[in-house]
């Protein structure tokens, strides 16, 4: 166990090495000692740059085995150290007072649940026959294998491959079988709320900020589903960063803060289906904010274009090798009466409203986001992040109320296996909007 | 997580009458701090009273989130590895251990097909197929059993399931649902 945690922690630091190099890529050079950024952005973004072009090099063959996952990260860590010009160091602010109570208990509630992420087998049904199945295959036959893949006991087959890469980190490096894959993935979800404080801290006020980060991390919801090994969770985390990053590039126009938004929403689109749906909403929302606020178009088309390529590669070979999924299996929305199946439509929201305020789900989440929004259309200097919080949010609940409506699966298990799940990307991302949304009196 | 506690029990509904008093008493002075740190607008308070709130509920249910998460911890942490390889299998009342022992039995580089008794439970039709499949791997599944070099057969022989195949070997029977018998067979030239 030891060495297989020692063998993890290597394989991660490749992945921090990386976002290193992501960071300086995009302009910025975090101090090593500065820990949220050097460990909470700096991961993410190694994880999610290191994810997408890792599911575009197995596309082209490559079996991804630990040593090219090492050069793999030094290849962009190298990218970094190349750039030129000068780099923008972000500043450093700490709690105060009583507050510094807010960040202990964070860090208590992680530590607690990286505990259990450490001892928690694989088990939930989507975990072990989408996402662990993939990584598997991928492990055991040196690559991506069609006919494999194609064959009748994978589930999901063509879901996108940022999470089946993100465990073949723990199976490279601690070898196969591996029960160390929970945590592998629950390391996106513990490196969020140190990641959220950073990009935030000079932007809000850090009572908010923490109390957002607090929520967070013991939101019931998020727990459980971060130990569950399935990729509702990295989703959410990666659309979340991708929504704040590209806001803060609407109100500042630093183009830092815009390449990481399309590392963040690349990421997103290559986890799960959905997140290529919430991203698009996401860039609408940001196009219609930076003309309200007469910022160019070009580098936000540009970062479009860049998400929507790094797709590409799973997504074509998913097409040529024929690989399907539960609702295109099932005849897709084809196979659905959409008027006589319009009473979904009532029933799918009010699941997703019911999900959303169940507080035994997410405590105080749900509340600070919903708060948030409704104050931020109150107050001048919030109401531009305010109505893109709520389009890109609401906009994306409706998406999967369209899902729901237009499902071949039995709706009733479809909504009853999901609702719970698939409303954490949009709750998350207005979750962690909502420190901005506070902060109008402070600029 | 695996043993999260279902119900709270004696110990959860202490620790959340305890939250919610803690919670109930530190609501005033928390409002008054957060609403010095937050401000906002001149006679505004609703930031600071969603802020407080927000702690407020936070204290509350925490201490039982993280209560259960470590009992989580001290019913899961006891599973071995060999154990943990076929959990899954269990929560669809499938013997993980059956299905390493039909492993041992077919050839890593072949395929198989399933075919599972209609008397078996639902969660063991539906889930098996994709149990295999990952468990099994690399070995590859079939879409149709009658194509596949060898069988699994769940709840009967191959021949009671409706598929010619030289004579089966019994691997066991499953503990975890009726004792129904597992077969495994070579496919018919």
Known sequence: MIRDLLALAFGNACLVAAGHGVLRAVGLRPAYADLPWALGVAYLAGAAVVGVLSSALLVLGLALTWWQIVLL??????????????????????????????????????????????????????????????????????????????????????????????????????????????????????????????????????????????????????????????????????????????????????????????????????????????????????????????????????????????????????????????????????????????????????????????????????????????????????????????FVGLASLVALVGVYWTTPLDFEFHIATSARRVVTAPLLFAAAMAPLLLASGRR | MLNLPAEPGTVGVVLLALGALVALLVFAPLLERVGAEVGGRRGERAPSWLVAGALAVTVAGAPFGLWRVVEDIRKTAPITPEHARYVGAETKRIDGELVERVAALIPRNATYGVVVSEGAYEEIREGLPYWLGFALLPRRQARDARGAEWIVAWGGTPASLGIRARPPQLVGRNRLADREPVYVAEAAS
């Open chain 1, 73 to 390: 990260c030094g290849a962009v860590f190298a990218v970094g150290l190349a750039r030129r010009g000068t780099l923008r160091q972000p500043v450093r602010a700490g709690t105060a007072g009583w507050t510094r109570v807010l960040p202990l208990g964070t860090f208590l509630a992680l530590s607690i649940l990286a505990v259990d992420l450490a001892v928690q087998p694989i088990w939930t049904d989507d975990a072990w026959s989408i996402w662990a199945a993939k990584a598997n295959s991928i492990a055991a036959l040196g690559g991506l294998d069609p006919s494999l893949l194609s064959s009748a006991g994978v589930f999901n087959a063509d879901y996108p491959l940022l999470v089946p890469v993100l465990e073949l980190v723990a199976l490279r490096f601690c070898g196969i079988p591996n029960e160390l894959v929970p945590l592998q993935l629950g390391l996106v979800f513990l490196a969020f709320p140190a990641a959220l404080v950073a990009l935030l801290r000079d932007r809000a006020r850090p009572v908010v900020l923490w109390t957002v980060a607090l929520a967070v991390s013991v939101a019931p919801s998020l727990q459980i589903q971060a130990a569950s090994a399935v990729a509702d969770v990295p989703l959410a985390v990666f659309f979340a960063l991708a929504g704040v990053t590209g806001w803060r590039w609407v109100e500042e126009g630093e183009g830092a803060m815009l390449g990481l938004a399309a590392s963040f929403g690349a990421a997103a689109v290559a986890t799960k289906v959905e997140g290529g749906v919430f991203v698009v909403l996401l860039v609408v929302g940001l196009a219609v904010a930076a003309l309200r606020l007469g910022r160019p178009l070009r580098a936000l088309v540009a970062t479009a274009l860049a998400i929507a390529v790094s797709a590409l590669p799973w997504v074509v070979w998913a097409r040529v090798h024929g690989l399907g999924n539960a609702y295109s299996d099932g005849g897709g929305a084809g196979a659905v009466d959409l008027a006589a199946a319009v009473d979904r439509v009532p029933r799918a929201a009010f699941a997703i409203a019911r999900e959303l305020a169940d507080p035994s789900s997410w405590l105080a989440l749900a509340l600070l986001a919903a708060g948030a929004a409704l104050l931020g259309l109150r107050r001048p200097g919030a109401r531009g992040a305010a109505l893109f919080t709520c």
